[in-house]
């Protein structure tokens, strides 16, 4: 378990998870999941994945700077990450497919900030 100081920036919590295996980077296109990866393209309805964690950051000194990254895992065992913004800056693609899992009762966050 990393100290709290240390997790607080969305970088070193990517570079923690990626030493963790979540490699991939995920997006969001017609209410299903992609992987951005040029050779291996893979796409992942709500029920193909888990949200195994997330982490908040909220901006220091301006609050539209406030995010969210959740670390996900697919059935196929591919693991990755996608973050969206809070609030106006919000990536609703993204926010409508995490409720749809989250609906589905297939999320094991633990949520860390």
Same mark, same amino acid.
């Given at each position: 378990?990393?100290?709290?100081?240390?997790?607080?920036?969305?970088?070193?919590?990517?570079?923690?998870?990626?030493?963790?295996?979540?490699?991939?980077?995920?997006?969001?296109?017609?209410?299903?999941?992609?992987?951005?990866?040029?050779?291996?393209?893979?796409? $992942?309805?709500?029920?193909?994945?888990?949200? +195994? %964690?997330? @982490?908040?950051?909220?901006? =220091? &000194?301006?609050?539209?700077?406030?995010?969210?990254?959740?670390?996900?895992?697919?059935?196929?065992?591919?693991?990755?990450?996608?973050?969206?913004? $809070?609030?106006?800056?919000?990536?609703?693609? +993204? %926010?409508? @497919?995490?409720?749809?899992? =989250? &609906?589905?009762?297939?999320?094991?966050?633990?949520?860390?900030?």
């Amino acid at each position: 378990m990393q100290d709290k100081e240390e997790m607080t920036s969305m970088t070193t919590v990517e570079k923690k998870l990626n030493s963790e295996g979540y490699t991939h980077d995920f997006t969001v296109r017609d209410g299903q999941l992609h992987t951005m990866d040029d050779d291996s393209a893979r796409t $992942y309805s709500p029920e193909e994945i888990t949200i +195994v %964690d997330y @982490f908040r950051f909220e901006g =220091e &000194s301006n609050p539209d700077d406030m995010a969210i990254l959740y670390a996900i895992e697919a059935n196929d065992g591919i693991k990755g990450t996608i973050s969206s913004a $809070y609030g106006t800056y919000a990536n609703e693609d +993204v %926010d409508q @497919f995490i409720l749809k899992v =989250e &609906s589905l009762g297939k999320n094991l966050m633990r949520g860390k900030k």
